[in-house]
Each structure stands twice: as structure tokens, then as C-alpha cells.
């Protein structure tokens, strides 16, 4: 059964620091892997998705690795802003599930 | 709208009533998908539809849940006999394609909150 982690399971950082999110997985035959953030009170938006063919996705101040061989993704985040608070979480995708990990809670002091 | 819509957005029930939950996908996506989120944690597989057949069914708690998508549009999850530990917030997805295809995103709602009293 696949298991995912994801530590720390809440990071306080001030603004325009740089950082990661890891997440870990058990089982490495995925199709793919997708990072959200979600905000309180509201459902998942996707940040990045990662084919299991592809080491790294990039969108703007977000870059998303993986790496099957290990069971491990990062998704770094640059010059956090206040904004980017929310929870992320990422999801291994198998052929028709995703499994979650409980998420990253995420504050940016300003 | 553009996105995926759950209604209603709030449901609280009394301990051993049945209640519906719907699920509006994103205009023609195939694949549709239910999880159930406990405060703090991430979500959890309920089912899996891919147009209107049921490919997956295995997270569904007990038999008390039931999932349908007769038309291959709109979803409806059915909890029968509620109990206090059926509360939490329930999520719908869809994605364009087939389940097995990597490259596409699934898309959320923003979710059903049931409180069983």
C-alpha cells in the first residue's frame, strides 16, 4: 500500500526566504505526481505536476523535483510571500488514485 | 463557471439520516473522483469513475457509501445511516482523460462540509 509523508508538517519562515517542502512515498511504480496548495475552508489547486518520466516542473517562483529511485519530491518555493500561506500537499498518482500526505502548513510572516 | 462545483457546501445531518452530495465536473472530463478529508490531514480515495463506469471503488468505508455518475457528468455520493464518524469534508475531481494518463491534472471542487450531529 502506498504511503506518503510529507515533513515538516508546518514551517513559519518571514517573507522573502526561500524553501522547501518534502515529501516522501513508499512505492515508485507512480504515473505521476502533483503538488497543491490548499487554502482554509477551500479545495485543492494545482501547483505542479510531474510525470514519472520528468525529474523537475518549474511555474513561476515554484519548481517542483522527483525522484522515483528514492520515493522523493521537493517542491521549492522562492522568495516566499505572505500570500503563498496555505497548506501544501502532494499526491503520488497511480492509474486511477491519488494518495495524499497530510500536507505542509505554511506561514509567511511579513 | 469553469470549474469543478459541489453542492451544497455545508450539510449537517442528524446521526442515521441519508444524505446526497453532488458533484459537477468540468465540462467534458472523463474521469471523476470522491475523497474524504479529515481535519488535518490530506485526503483520502473514496472512488474513481471514468465516464459513467465505476473503475474503482475501493475506498469507500462501508456500505453504507454509495457512488453513482449515471450519465457520465454529475456525481452523487450517498451516505445512508450516517454516523458521527462520517463527518468531515468530501471532495470531488476531475481530470480530462483516462485515469492512466500522466500528463493531465485533476481539478478540484471546493468541497462538501457534513457534520453528523
Known amino acids: 500500500k502506498q504511503e506518503v509523508t510529507q515533513i515538516p508538517a508546518a514551517l513559519s519562515v518571514p517573507e522573502g526566504e526561500n524553501l522547501v517542502l518534502n515529501c516522501s512515498f513508499t512505492?515508485?511504480?507512480?504515473?505521476?505526481l502533483q503538488w497543491f496548495r490548499q487554502d482554509p475552508g477551500k479545495g485543492l489547486t494545482s501547483l505542479l505536476l510531474?510525470?514519472?518520466?520528468?525529474r523537475e516542473q518549474t511555474s513561476g517562483r515554484l519548481n517542483a523535483s522527483l525522484d522515483k529511485s528514492s520515493g522523493r519530491s521537493t517542491l521549492y518555493i522562492a522568495a516566499s510571500q505572505p500570500g503563498d500561506s496555505a497548506t501544501y500537499l502532494c499526491?503520488?498518482?497511480?492509474?486511477?488514485?491519488?494518495?495524499f500526505g497530510d500536507g505542509t502548513t505554511l506561514t509567511v510572516k511579513p | 463557471g469553469a470549474g469543478v462545483s459541489q453542492s451544497p457546501r455545508y450539510k449537517v445531518a442528524k446521526r442515521g439520516q441519508d444524505v446526497a452530495l453532488r458533484c459537477d465536473p468540468i465540462?467534458?472530463?472523463?474521469?471523476l473522483f470522491w475523497y474524504q478529508q479529515a481535519l488535518g490531514q490530506g485526503p483520502e480515495f473514496l472512488t474513481y469513475?471514468?465516464?459513467?463506469?465505476?473503475?474503482?471503488k475501493s475506498g469507500l468505508p462501508s456500505d453504507r457509501f454509495f457512488a453513482e455518475r449515471p450519465e457520465g457528468s454529475v456525481s452523487t455520493l450517498k451516505i445512508q445511516r450516517t454516523q458521527q464518524e462520517d463527518s468531515a469534508v468530501y471532495l470531488c475531481?476531475?481530470?480530462?482523460?483516462?485515469?492512466?494518463?500522466?500528463?493531465?491534472?485533476?481539478?478540484f471542487g471546493d468541497g462538501t462540509r457534513l457534520s453528523i450531529l
Open positions: 475531481a476531475s481530470r480530462r482523460g483516462e485515469g492512466s494518463i500522466g500528463n493531465q491534472p485533476q481539478h
Open positions: 512505492d515508485s511504480a507512480i504515473y505521476n
Open positions: 510531474i510525470q514519472s518520466s520528468q
Open positions: 499526491a503520488v498518482i497511480d492509474a486511477g488514485k491519488s494518495t
Open positions: 465540462s467534458g472530463h472523463v474521469s
Open positions: 469513475f471514468q465516464n459513467e463506469a465505476q473503475l474503482d
